[in-house]
């Protein structure tokens, strides 16, 4: 199995947690406890561009 991580074609989200940390996290998994979207549903590359702007 692939790391869904990676899909160049896979819908992505942004999450952040209370520390303000930043996650890419795969749109069509869960949300874990402690972590809100806050960008995304998008491509990869957009939500890699908004974790690094």
């Known amino acids: 199995m ?7 074609d ?3 989200l942004v999450l952040a ?3 303000g940390r930043l996650s ?3 749109a069509f998994a869960g949300i874990p406890p402690g972590w809100t979207p ?3 549903e998008d491509s990869r ?3 890699l561009s908004h974790l690094d702007p």
């Open 24 to 26: 890419l996290w795969p």
């Open 45 to 47: 590359e957009a939500c």
């Open 10 to 12: 896979g819908r992505f």
């Open 38 to 40: 806050v960008f995304g």
């Open 17 to 19: 947690n209370d520390l």
């Open 2 to 8: 692939a790391n869904p991580f990676d899909d160049p």
